[in-house]
C-alpha cells in the first residue's frame, strides 16, 4: 500500500471518529437540556436514576408514554432522550448525582 493511501485511510478514519463523537457529544448535551427543562418537571433526577441501564425498547416505550401524557417533546426529542437515556449505564453521574 503506498504512502499516500495509507494517508488517506488515516485521514478517513479520523474523520469518521471525530464526526461519530461531535453527534454522540451533542445527543447528549440534548439529552440532558430535555431531560432537566421537560422529563425534571414531573420526575426527579432520582426516579430516572432507578431505570437506567434498561435497553432501547423501554425509553423508547416510557417517553412516548410521557409525550401521550402531556409532556411537550417532538419526534426528535423522542429519539434524542431514546438514545440518550439507554446509552447511560446505572447510576451515571450526569442523571444520578
Do not use: Y
Amino acid at each position: 500500500m503506498s504512502v499516500l493511501m495509507k494517508v488517506l485511510c488515516l485521514l478517513a478514519f479520523v474523520l469518521v471518529f471525530a464526526a461519530m463523537t461531535t453527534h454522540t457529544g451533542r445527543a447528549s448535551d440534548d439529552g440532558e437540556r430535555i431531560l432537566n427543562n421537560v422529563c425534571n418537571q414531573c420526575h426527579s433526577h432520582e426516579r430516572v436514576c432507578r431505570n437506567l441501564g434498561r435497553d432501547e425498547g423501554f425509553w423508547d416505550a416510557t417517553v412516548n408514554r410521557m409525550r401521550g401524557n402531556g409532556a411537550p417533546l417532538s419526534d426528535e426529542d423522542i429519539e434524542t432522550m431514546v438514545t440518550f437515556l439507554s446509552g447511560l449505564e446505572k447510576n451515571a453521574p450526569v442523571v444520578c448525582e
